[in-house]
């Protein structure tokens, strides 16, 4: 088990899990702003690397993206779930989906303090949670699909370069602060 904050804010680059890690805490790389990559080993039960991105272990879930990767990141088709703080304060650019992407939960505060720049929110995904885009301040460009109901409080807050917006038919509710500070 890695627990909260156990690596947090280090200058860590890379990080090699044994088959013994079966747990990592939502806040154990938060800060880590030149780790590059998890590696783990074949033998782990829990979780699985792929081009230094951690998931669990038959690659549905993308549990955390290393904060130092740069560019634009294609999804793997598979992936159904974007884990709380996937990308926290990750210095990624974009996220490309696949055509036929499964992706249909993205975590609390998923993309929060990165520097994502646009995003497509694919049909799938009927619920945005909260802070999931908090204080990305170059998220520009946010692509809404007919299928999202809800807008988790705060998601957007302080997305200081998001300038406009088109909101999907199929929304029922936007919560508190949703976009405050933004634009």
């Keep these: 088990e890695i627990g909260d904050y156990a690596f947090a804010y280090t200058k860590i680059e890379s990080i090699d899990f044994g088959k013994n890690i079966n747990s990592v805490g939502a806040n154990s790389f938060l800060g880590t702003c030149k780790l590059k990559s998890f590696n783990v080993i074949e ?4 979780y699985s690397s792929n081009n230094g991105v951690l998931y669990n272990k038959d690659g549905s879930e993308l549990v955390l993206f290393p904060a130092a990767k740069t560019g634009t990141f294609t999804l793997p088709a598979a992936v159904w ?8 304060g990750s210095a990624i650019t974009g996220v490309k989906l696949e055509k036929d992407t499964a992706l249909s939960e993205i975590g609390v505060s998923a ?15 009927t619920k945005l949670n909260a802070y999931t885009f908090k204080n990305a301040a170059k998220l520009a460009t946010v692509k809404f699909n007919d299928g999202l109901t809800y807008i988790g409080a705060s998601a957007f807050e302080g997305c200081a370069s998001l300038k406009e917006i088109s909101l999907p038919k199929s929304l029922y509710t936007i919560a508190n602060a949703a976009f405050k500070n933004a634009g």
């Design 43 to 46: 033998k782990n039960k829990t």
């Design 111 to 125: 993309f929060e303090n990165s520097m994502i720049t646009s995003f497509e929110i694919p049909a799938a995904v």
């Design 81 to 88: 779930k974007i884990c709380d703080k996937a990308f926290y």
